[in-house]
């Protein structure tokens, strides 16, 4: 199990062109081979030639759908076709990548069935064309934020959304950071079994989502990364964490090795 990083928590000294060269250089040489990149990153005009000259390897992407796009679920048409034309827009950008997992939210966070109707709607149509990229969508397990949703949409009801589709090209991504908020993190995972092709790794006190460096808190990180491999889950460990001590190489490979040992720890877990 491979160690891999996204670029979502990376902040805003990444977020323009010259940054993000700066950064892609930087996790190379912290010895990373893989990472994930937000959907901000890859809007940018050289995401795609900083990671080639970087050496870096393009593992999954992380999508707006759900994320800066909540507009997959509005009651306006229009809203709705807008937001879908921008995922499709950033779904080619990432076929560069291709295969690979595309992470989007879950958004049947509501008691509203015609909410639920627009949602699906709106997968089916982005699934539509991501089948034909080789684009695998990776619907991402939801935090428990009772102050922002309706209701919790579980592990549970995310892998059945996504199980419905009987799609090769609709998998979940399993965030730890979000599973167990709310969940025993042995059954959330259970419960996505064979159906996970991609994984977020952060760590949290059990109150809140935190995106904490794995060990930084409640999480049995080696338990977990054993019952992901147990539930199918073949890919890297990825890592979707803030870093310690700010964008250097040092925490970056800091950070890197620190989840090498977990992985090797979970070896002997299960």
């Not at 998998?171 to 159906?195: F, K, P, Y």
Request: charged share 20%; aromatic share 8%; glycine share 6%.
């Amino acid at each position: 199990m491979e160690v891999s990083i996204c670029t979502g928590q990376f902040g805003p000294e990444s977020r323009e062109a010259a940054g993000f060269e700066r950064v892609a250089e930087m996790v190379a040489v912290a010895g990373y081979r893989l990472v994930e990149p937000s959907s901000w990153h890859l809007r940018l005009p050289n995401s795609h030639s900083a990671l080639a000259a970087a050496g870096l390897e393009v593992w999954a992407v992380h999508g707006s759908f759900g994320c800066v796009e909540p507009g997959a679920i509005s009651e306006s048409v229009d809203e709705r076709r807008h937001t879908l034309d921008r995922e499709l827009e950033l779904l080619h950008m990432a076929a560069a990548y291709a295969p690979c997992p595309y992470v989007i939210h879950y958004l049947n966070r509501y008691n509203d069935p015609a909410v639920a109707e627009r949602w699906r709607n709106s997968v089916q149509e982005l699934l539509v064309h991501a089948a034909a990229l080789q684009l695998t969508l990776a619907v991402e397990t939801v935090p428990f934020k009772p102050e922002e949703n309706e209701r919790y949409a579980d592990t549970a009801e995310v892998a059945a959304f996504v199980r419905a589709f009987d799609s090769e090209y609709l998998r979940v991504c399993v965030d730890v950071n979000h599973a167990n908020l709310h969940e025993d993190l042995g059954q959330a995972i259970c419960n996505c079994s064979g159906q996970i092709s991609d994984i977020h790794i952060s760590d949290n006190h059990g109150l809140k989502e935190e995106h904490l460096q794995p060990g930084e808190g409640v999480i049995d990180m080696p338990f977990a990364l054993a019952a992901l491999r147990e539930a199918g889950y073949s890919g890297p460990c990825n890592l979707e964490c803030y870093v310690p001590g700010g964008l250097t190489v040092e925490s970056l490979s800091a950070l890197r090795v620190a989840a090498e040992e977990l992985v090797a720890k979970s070896m002997s877990v299960l």
